[in-house]
C-alpha cells in the first residue's frame, strides 16, 4: 500500500515522539523500577523475516516483531523497543541511521563505523579494483580503509609498501598482515576497538580466516543466535553482528563477503577520488571531464605531483568501461 505524504508525516512524527521519549528514559537512574511496557534502547543483532533478534544496552537479547509501517530495519539499527513476555518485546521505533551499506539497491546493514577493504597477494591485487570499493565508499559516505592479507606470500615487499603508499597518502590506513603466520594482527585488534566493522573483498583474500582468529569462537556464537531466534543453523546466511572478543563489533554475513559492485556513474567516479575534491570547480569549463581539456584543475595537479599518476589512470580508465 502507498502512503500518502500525510501518513507518513504521521508516522515519521510518531517515531521522533518514541524516540524522544526512551532517550528521556535513558536518562533517569538505572534503579527506577519501571513497568515492562517502558521503551528501551537497542541495537537489532540480525533480522529473520519478520522478526529480530535486539540487544538491549545491559547486553540481554530479545526476539522482537516490529510495528507496521515503521519500515524494516537491519542488523545495525538503534531501534526503540517495548518488552512483551519474557524475551520478547515489539520494536516501536527506528532511530535514524548514520550510515548504510546496500548491495544491488538493497538495504543489508546500518551505523557502520568503518569499512574495511581485505586485498592479497594471492589472488594479487588489482588497483582499479581496489579503487572501485573506495569510490562505492566514498559515495555511501562510509569510512573505509584497507587491509593487505598474504604478505608472506610477498616477493618484494618494498615494491608492496611502495604499492599502497598511494592510498597511505591520501589517508587511508592501511594494514600489511598475515593471518596464516598471525603476522600484524595484534595491530588490526587495537584498530577495531570500540568500533563496528564490516569485512569487504574478492574471494579468496581470506575473509573468513581473518574473522576467524578475530573470533576465534565464532561457531559457538552462532548456535547462541540459533538457539535465540529458533531457527537452527540457516541463521548464519543472516547480516549478523558478533562482539569481538578484543573490543569492537563486526557485522558478517557470506553476502556481504562476496559484495559486488554496482556500475558506477561518471559523477560518481569522479567524487571518489577524495584527492580530486579540492580541484573541483576550478577548471576553465565548468563541464570539464578532466581528459585533455585545457586548463584543467585535475590535469594541472597531476602535472605539478599533487596527483598520483596511477590514480589518475585508474580513474581515466573507469570513465572508459
Known amino acids: 500500500m502507498t502512503l500518502t505524504r500525510r501518513q507518513k508525516w504521521r508516522i515519521e512524527k510518531i517515531q521522533s515522539e518514541r524516540i524522544s521519549r526512551s532517550n528521556r528514559a535513558s536518562e533517569k537512574s538505572e534503579k527506577i523500577d519501571l513497568n515492562s ?26 526476539q522482537c516483531t516490529g510495528r507496521r509501517n515503521i519500515g524494516l530495519s537491519v542488523a545495525g539499527d538503534e531501534v526503540v523497543f517495548q518488552k512483551t513476555d519474557n524475551n520478547e518485546g ?26 574495511w577493504l581485505v586485498v592479497a597477494l594471492e589472488p594479487h591485487y588489482g588497483f582499479e579494483l581496489i579503487d572501485r570499493y573506495l569510490i562505492m565508499a566514498q559515495n555511501e ?64 583474500v581470506g575473509k573468513s580466516s581473518l574473522i576467524n582468529a578475530l573470533i576465534p569462537d565464532l561457531d559457538l556464537k552462532v548456535d547462541e543466535i540459533s538457539i535465540k531466534t529458533k531457527l537452527g543453523k540457516h541463521t548464519t546466511t543472516n547480516t549478523t553482528i558478533y562482539h569481538i572478543p578484543s573490543g569492537g ?31 573541483l570547480g576550478k577548471c576553465r569549463f565548468r563541464n570539464c571531464q578532466h581528459i585533455n581539456e585545457p586548463d584543467c584543475a585535475i590535469r594541472n595537479a597531476l602535472d605539478s605531483g599533487e596527483i598520483q599518476p596511477a590514480r589518475y589512470q585508474s580513474y581515466i580508465n573507469l570513465l572508459s568501461e
Do not use: C, W
Request: glycine share 6%.
Open 249 to 279: 563489533d563486526l557485522i558478517d554475513s557470506p553476502g556481504i563477503r562476496e559484495f559486488q559492485l554496482d556500475e558506477l556513474s561518471s559523477q560518481q567516479i569522479l567524487n571518489g577520488f577524495r584527492e580530486f575534491k579540492s580541484y
Open 141 to 204: 559516505n562510509l569510512p573505509i580503509n584497507i587491509i593487505i592479507n598474504k604478505i608472506e606470500l610477498a616477493k618484494n615487499p618494498d615494491q608492496t609498501s611502495r604499492d599502497f603508499s598511494i592510498y597511505n597518502n591520501i589517508g587511508y590506513q592501511v594494514h600489511f598482515l598475515s593471518v596464516k603466520e598471525e603476522n600484524n594482527l595484534d595491530s588490526l585488534r587495537s584498530s577495531l576497538s570500540d568500533k563496528t566493522h564490516i569485512f569487504l573483498g574478492q574471494s579468496g
Open 90 to 115: 515489539v520494536v516501536i521505533a527506528i532511530q535514524p541511521r548514520v550510515n548504510q551499506l546496500k548491495r544491488q539497491k538493497k538495504l543489508i546493514a546500518a551505523n557502520i563505523d568503518q569499512l
Open 37 to 62: 511496557t517502558r521503551e528501551i534502547n537497542g541495537r537489532v543483532i540480525t533480522r529473520y523475516g519478520q522478526r529480530q533478534l535486539v540487544e538491549s544496552m545491559d547486553g540481554k537479547l530479545y
